[in-house]
């Protein structure tokens, strides 16, 4: 099954320049699947403020958000076809 995954705004720089970035995943795949192939593929150059290496995971200040929902939780069901978008919480005042 492929999952997309979009990187928004200055994220994409860590996915080598391009946003969206398509993932083939095995039948049944789950979200905490996705991780670990993001990990495969970007986890060197995922900045530690992003990507934390030991969990292989996105650092809070990071939003994922697939299909309406927040994924969160390593067990999420993924959709083939879903689109996955990785965007950094901002603040400012």
Same mark, same amino acid.
């Given at each position: 099954? %492929? /999952?997309?995954?979009?990187?928004? !705004? ?5 996915? !080598?320049? /391009? $946003?969206?970035?398509?993932?083939? &995943? $095995?039948? @049944?795949?789950?979200? !905490?699947? &996705? ?8 986890? $060197?150059?995922? +900045? ?7 969990? %292989? ?5 990071? &939003? /994922? *958000?697939?299909? @309406?929902?927040? +994924?969160?939780?390593?067990?999420? $069901? *993924? ?5 996955? %978008? /990785?965007?950094?919480? &901002?603040?400012? @005042?």
């Amino acid at each position: 099954m %492929k /999952v997309y995954v979009t990187f928004v !705004g200055p994220l994409a720089e860590y996915a !080598g320049g /391009v $946003p969206r970035v398509e993932f083939d &995943l $095995p039948e @049944g795949a789950v979200y !905490g699947d &996705l991780l670990e192939e993001i990990d495969r593929r970007f986890g $060197p150059s995922l +900045h530690e403020r992003i990507w934390d290496r030991e969990t %292989k995971t996105f650092q809070p200040r990071i &939003l /994922v *958000l697939g299909e @309406g929902r927040d +994924h969160e939780a390593r067990e999420t $069901p *993924l959709a083939d076809g879903e689109q996955i %978008k /990785v965007i950094p919480i &901002l603040a400012g @005042g």
